[in-house]
């Protein structure tokens, strides 16, 4: 069964920081490349960033460059999302999406996690 579970949202303060995870199962992790999405209500979905299958490149949306950092963990099945210095427009759903080469199957996404920025 395959299985991308996110973790670490919540309710945080604008200026302060948080940590998603998301752990997969039932697929091969590193012939993935992961993805952060984000989606708020009445907003687009949003592509928030981007890391490839060993880690050596990623990639940012504007609205967070310089802010959000994406990693992974190949030995532990798991990518992370630092965010530092949230804005109340970072609040959204965040959803933890692998992504294989072209011709090697579908994307996978997970459940999704909370992130509210509000004092």
């Known amino acids: 069964q395959v299985q991308l579970v996110e973790s670490g949202g919540g309710l945080v303060q604008p200026g302060g920081s948080l940590r998603l995870s998301c752990t997969a199962s039932?697929?091969?992790?590193?012939?993935?490349?992961m993805r952060w999405f984000r989606q708020a209500p009445g907003k687009e979905r949003e592509l928030v960033a981007h890391i490839t299958r060993d880690g050596d490149y990623t990639t940012y949306a504007d609205s967070v460059k310089g802010r959000f950092t994406i990693s992974r963990d190949n030995a532990e099945n798991t990518v992370y999302l630092q965010m530092n210095r949230l804005k109340p427009e970072d609040t959204a759903v965040y959803y933890c999406?692998?992504?294989?080469?072209?011709?090697?199957?579908?994307?996978?996404w997970g459940q999704g996690t909370q992130v509210t920025v509000s004092s």
């Open positions: 999406v692998a992504r294989p080469l072209a011709g090697w199957g579908r994307d996978y």
């Open positions: 039932g697929f091969t992790f590193t012939a993935y490349a």
